[in-house]
Structures are given as C-alpha cells and as structure tokens.
Nanobody, 121 residues
Framework: QVRLVESGGGLVQPGGSQRLSCAAP????????MGWYRQTPGKQRELVAT???????TYGDSVKGRFAISRVTNRNTVTLQMNNIKYEDTAVYFC???????????????WGQGTQVTVSS
C-alpha cells in the first residue's frame, strides 16, 4: 500500500500561518486529485481542500479565504498554506491522493499518516 509522505504541522498561534506539504514518492503516474482532509476526536474526517491536475480546486467552507492549496503536478506534490489560523483549525491533517477513476477522500484512495496542527496561544 502506497503511503503519502507529509511534512509540516505543529503548534501555531491564532492568527498565524502554517504550511503543510505532501509527496507521493511511490506513485509513478500523474495523480488526478491531491488534497487535504482533517479530523478531530469524535468527528468525521472533513474536507479541507483538493486540487485536480487540470486546476480545479475545492475548499471546505470553514477555510475558504484563509487556506490556499497548490501543487507541482509532475512531481505529485501538494502544499496547503494556512493563514489566519483559528482555534477550530486544530486537528490531524491527512494528505489524500486519488486517480481520475477514484473518488477523492474515499478509504480506498491514498492517504498519509496524518500530521497534527494545534492552535494555541
């Protein structure tokens, strides 16, 4: 099973910024959708942002206008720039990748192990 490799995360103050990066070293072909989901204890995993290889981006309502997703398509890497961070952004962030024939965010797609982002003053 291919595992995505995440970096970034950690402790950040409210109003601050944080950057998460993810790579898919075990996937040779161009991935169609790459993105980020997050999860807090007792809640379902939720969409943060995704970006397809043809440039279509999707954002969760709670991060619109604050977070920005970008990717280097031919390297299968994706970055999430988090700005104006709020306490409610505290979560484990998971990188996700899906081929064109898959549904992004589904269990049978590719996932990273997760990276903790904690917002605290």
């Amino acid at each position: 099973q291919v595992r995505l490799v995440e970096s970034g995360g950690g402790l950040v103050q409210p109003g601050g910024s944080q950057r998460l990066s993810c790579a898919a070293p075990g996937i040779a072909s161009i991935i169609y959708t790459m993105g980020w989901y997050r999860q807090t204890p007792g809640k379902q995993r939720e969409l943060v942002a995704t970006l397809t290889s043809d440039g279509t981006s999707t954002y969760g309502d709670s991060v619109k206008g604050r977070f920005a997703i970008s990717r280097v398509t031919n390297r299968n890497t994706v970055t999430l720039q988090m700005n104006n961070i709020k306490y409610e952004d505290t979560a484990v962030y998971f990188c996700n990748a899906a081929h064109r024939w898959q549904v992004a965010g589904e269990e049978n797609t590719y996932w990273g192990q997760g990276t903790q982002v904690t917002v605290s003053s």
